[in-house]
């Protein structure tokens, strides 16, 4: 079979939890890790992740009773079936902790002086962090990191029920970062964080209103936390803006905020004082949010699994070009999704209550329209 003694050996140590055994009297029996086997056998948890369970079991299995074991098999099968195999090697090691607690741990104080995020020098124009964190702190983290990792939801073409190309090129990592600044960004829009110097937390930019303006004409309006401040930023000459903690910032990232955010005009006189603020304008109120959220319920875009209340809502036709602020003229888009279909040129449908994606030339000579069955299986 030209694979390694060592793989030969793991295939042979699971298909002793996973395979039908032969009884003394000659009659088969169920497999030792029943729940486990079915799964591999119905091609829903993959062999390797199979055997992490397998081997996390017999672990475990003198240190606890057997319902205790048989509820670890059923968890840890279930979490393969949605899981990719880190994250299942990640529960899995929880579980053998929890049941089998020897060794000493460090100290909360041991703890408590290594946690901290530390912001190292920035690198290739990316901002760089470093997080260390309890395991308190590590569950939310990643929590709403894989919300955006769901690897079973699978775009299907419109009416053929064959599997669709995969229509998000991001690596894992990308999606987590995406995962954890959709459940920051949905955390400033709640109100719920302490007010800073009378203002509640959000994302403030300045840029100069002709800046600003350049090319808006092609960026939809949605609502969400990120406030820009046209006037008091500009760089002159340069067409830039700035953003109130990490400085500079092109005009261009400033017009793909615009896109996502309430926007306040600031008038400002000849000496920068500022002589009349503006109301925001294009958000979808929250009535009508309502409404597209109990339709769509998350991210409409093929394929995503981001929820609802990490989302943006977007015109379908563009706010600028006369589209209305409605149920039908809106849908709910996450923020990478979001500023996808402004950079290529998606175009959306709505047909009997559900969105549909047309994707450009580029990317499907065809066309084919295409829909998010994750959120709505029918």
Partial sequence: MRISVAEARRR???????????????????PVRPVLAAAVAAGTVASRPATIIALAIDKVRHHAPEDT???????????????DTDFVARVTRQWVEAIDQDGAEP???????RQGVFL???????????????????????????????????????????AEQNLDER?????????????????????????????????????????????????????????VTPGSGRIPGTGMGSFTFTGPVTASTVRKIACDADIIPVLLGSEGRVLDVGRTTRTFPQHIRKA????????????????????????ISYWSEGGTTSADNGTLLC???????????W????????????????????????????????
């Fill in 12 to 30: 042979i140590s699971l298909a002793e939890s996973v395979l039908p055994r032969t009884g003394i009297t000659g009659h088969v029996q169920e």
């Fill in 69 to 83: 074991v048989a509820g670890m098999e059923r968890a840890l099968t279930r979490a393969a079936a949605e899981h």
């Fill in 107 to 113: 100290s909360e104080a041991e703890l408590r002086r």
């Fill in 120 to 162: 190292r020098q920035t690198r290739h124009g990316l901002h760089h962090l470093e997080i260390f964190a309890t395991t308190d702190q590590y569950e939310p983290l990643l929590t709403v990191m894989n919300t955006a990792t769901n690897p079973r939801a699978q775009d299907k073409t419109a009416g053929s029920g064959e």
């Fill in 171 to 227: 690596t894992r990592q990308q999606r987590l970062l995406d995962g954890l600044v959709g459940a920051v960004k949905a955390g400033l829009t709640t109100g719920g964080l302490p007010a800073a110097g009378g203002l509640r937390p959000q994302v403030m930019v300045t840029i100069d209103y002709r800046d600003l303006l350049e090319r808006l004409d092609r960026l939809d309006q949605s609502g969400t936390t990120n406030d």
């Fill in 292 to 315: 597209i959220t109990a339709r769509d319920q998350g991210c409409a875009f093929p394929g995503c699994t981001i929820p609802a209340p990490w989302t943006e809502a977007h015109h």
């Fill in 335 to 345: 923020s990478h999704h979001h500023h996808l279909i402004h950079k290529e040129q």
């Fill in 347 to 378: 175009h959306i449908q709505v047909k009997t209550g559900v969105p549909w994606f047309i994707p450009p030339p580029h990317i499907d000579p065809r066309q084919v329209p295409r829909r998010n069955n994750y959120f709505r299986l029918e």
